[in-house]
């Protein structure tokens, strides 16, 4: 059976409802797939097939590769139906209990992006950290937080700044000048850079507006 057809076929056999879906002829087209066809699949199955294939991942036998880009496409979907909207907390731990059984690396990429869009609630941010024990996840709550004060009004001290720079969320501190939100020690912290900083114009404007906040002060 060609690849187009075996897309087609296993399309065809998730449209209505889920119940009598034979596993067997699923598990038989993915065993005609090459390694190649197998990782890229996810991209031509419709979202109603990779909704029930996430049903029976764990049994299906095929490379971790296509069931990693399988459970990615899941997830994403699943996000992208709610919108700009905050993910619901059964979700996030769905997501989180994904990841300690697979460490799909594409898990933590997805949950890196959903954190920069300020989509995940505060009272996960410990369950996820725990569980990705990871720095970019680290840094990506770090600024969500922050993100989220700079909402509320909360002017941004010394450390916080510190550490801002450390994870180079500069665009973070930008907002934070502009609206004011910096205290007056904390504006000491801001140099220009060295010539060959590869961050060099963004801390120039950095520093030119820092400077211009401290003389209104």
Known sequence: ????????????????????????????????????????????????????????????RTTNEAKEH?????????????ANELLEDSLVEQIISDYTKTSFLALESLMVKVLKEDRIKENQFEKIKRCFDSKIIEKEIYSSTIRSNIGSGIKLNENVIIKLFEYEKYKIIEDAIDQSLIEFTALSLFKLPDKGDKNKKIKTTLYNKASKLSKNI
């Open 70 to 82: 399988i459970m990615y496409k899941y997830y994403v979907t699943k996000i992208e139906e709610r």
């Open 1 to 60: 059976m060609e690849y187009q057809e075996t897309v087609n076929t296993i399309n065809e056999l998730f449209i209505g409802v889920f119940d009598n879906i034979d596993y067997q002829k699923i598990q038989d087209l993915f065993s005609n797939l090459s390694v190649i066809e197998a990782a890229r699949i996810f991209v031509d199955l419709s979202n109603e097939a990779i909704s029930g294939l996430y049903l029976v991942l764990d049994d299906l």
